[in-house]
């Protein structure tokens, strides 16, 4: 069993910063690529930014120059620095994992349940 938990939503006002933070536990043998996805009201769930296994890094345009995502492999956990927040950023922050479990061939892709930021004065 894997479970990803996300942490760290928050109301927060414009021009505010905020970091949200996404942990990976179970029978886990190596994690791929992890990433960060949004889901406004009544719109589609969107790519805020990825990280490889390797360090490449690629933001939504929306997300460059504000969001820096990293990854600490040692604790399973990905971040996503959010700075000059705006109102539109509103959103559930899901992470998404792609992972390796213990006696499994194939990798298979893990969504955590999402930790909701509100951007509003």
């Known amino acids: 069993q894997v479970q990803l938990v996300e942490s760290g939503g928050d109301l927060v006002q414009p021009g505010g910063s905020l970091r949200i933070s996404c942990a990976a536990s179970?029978?886990?043998?190596?994690?791929?690529?992890m990433g960060w996805y949004r889901q406004a009201p009544g719109k589609e769930r969107e790519l805020v930014a990825v990280?490889?296994?390797?360090?490449?890094?690629i933001y939504a345009e929306s997300a460059k120059g504000r969001f820096t995502i990293s990854r600490d492999n040692a604790k399973k956990t990905v971040y996503l620095q959010m700075n000059s927040l705006k109102a539109e950023d509103t959103a559930v922050y899901y992470c998404?994992?792609?992972?390796?479990?213990?006696?499994?061939?194939?990798?298979?892709?893990?969504w955590g349940k999402g930790t909701q930021v509100t951007v509003s004065s």
């Open positions: 179970g029978s886990i043998s190596s994690i791929n690529g």
């Open positions: 998404l994992m792609n992972i390796a479990r213990f006696g499994n061939i194939y990798n298979r892709d893990y």
């Open positions: 990280i490889t296994s390797n360090g490449d890094i």
